[in-house]
């Protein structure tokens, strides 16, 4: 962003500016989305927009900042308001929720989805992977008696990237082998199943020497 909004009028400005974007992407497409038709949507001129933003790739940023704090506000209500379940059902909400969301915003998301590989995607990951992170170690100290996982950071780093790479990979090609459902269950199988096996307690691996003469 090429200045930060001070005043209440500015503020709407971005705002609004980042809202119009998302609007182009879900007309338009991605390639289809310029600054012109963004300015146009949000009803400003385009001198406006170059006052907060150094072009598309500067708006697309902002847009997919917001989503994914949109996308941590879809799953607190999913998966918080449903009260004390297990880690599977936790797991399994999880994901449906955010395979529901997807498919929302008159195809957006699925559009952004297609073209990950040429989106600040990481922005995302990290908003998912510390938004994990923090239920992940209430939900544990809440049942310390029953269970126990040691290196937290760590599994929550490759469930949320495997997770996020599986998701993108199956909604942005076509798998008519694969349902949606197959996909989510999976999905929990995977999470569930790696939170929960045991830590060997001496993971290294131990590479022999051939110490014989040559």
Same mark, same amino acid.
């Given at each position: 962003?090429?200045?930060?909004?001070?005043?209440?009028?500015?503020?709407? =400005?971005?705002?609004?500016?980042?809202?119009?974007?998302?609007?182009?992407?879900?007309?338009?497409?991605?390639?289809?989305?310029?600054?012109?038709?963004?300015?146009?949507?949000?009803?400003?001129?385009?001198?406006? =927009?170059?006052?907060? %933003? #150094?072009?598309? #790739?500067?708006?697309?940023?902002?847009?997919?900042?917001?989503?994914?704090?949109?996308?941590?506000?879809?799953? !607190?209500?999913?998966?918080?308001?449903?009260? !004390?379940?297990?880690?599977?059902?936790?797991?399994?909400?999880?994901?449906?929720?955010?395979?529901?969301?997807? &498919?929302?915003?008159?195809?957006?998301?699925?559009?952004?989805?297609?073209?990950?590989?040429?989106?600040?995607? &990481? +922005?995302?990951?990290?908003? =998912?992977?510390?938004?994990?992170?923090?239920? /992940?170690?209430?939900?544990?100290? +809440? &049942?310390?008696?029953?269970?126990?996982?040691?290196?937290?950071?760590?599994?929550? %780093?490759?469930?949320? !990237?495997?997770?996020?790479?599986?998701?993108?990979?199956?909604?942005?090609? #076509?798998?008519?082998?694969?349902?949606?459902?197959?996909?989510?269950?999976? /999905?929990?199988?995977?999470?569930?199943?790696?939170?929960?096996?045991?830590?060997?307690? !001496?993971?290294?691996?131990?590479?022999?020497?051939?110490?014989?003469?040559?």
């Amino acid at each position: 962003m090429r200045k930060r909004p001070q005043q209440q009028r500015s503020r709407q =400005l971005v705002s609004a500016l980042v809202d119009a974007t998302a609007v182009c992407i879900a007309r338009h497409g991605l390639d289809g989305t310029t600054t012109p038709l963004i300015a146009d949507i949000a009803g400003v001129s385009v001198g406006s =927009l170059y006052q907060y %933003f #150094d072009g598309k #790739d500067d708006l697309i940023e902002a847009l997919v900042e917001k989503i994914a704090q949109d996308v941590t506000g879809a799953l !607190n209500a999913g998966v918080r308001a449903s009260g !004390n379940m297990k880690l599977e059902d936790m797991a399994r909400t999880a994901i449906r929720v955010a395979l529901m969301l997807l &498919h929302s915003n008159e195809g957006l998301y699925l559009e952004l989805v297609r073209n990950w590989y040429r989106l600040p995607t &990481h +922005k995302v990951a990290d908003v =998912l992977q510390q938004y994990f992170l923090e239920l /992940l170690r209430v939900y544990f100290a +809440k &049942h310390h008696r029953d269970l126990v996982v040691e290196d937290l950071h760590v599994k929550t %780093f490759v469930i949320v !990237n495997s997770t996020i790479f599986t998701v993108v990979r199956y909604l942005s090609g #076509d798998h008519p082998l694969i349902s949606e459902e197959q996909i989510a269950n999976g /999905l929990t199988e995977m999470v569930t199943g790696y939170l929960l096996t045991p830590t060997p307690v !001496n993971s290294s691996v131990t590479i022999p020497i051939d110490h014989s003469p040559k």
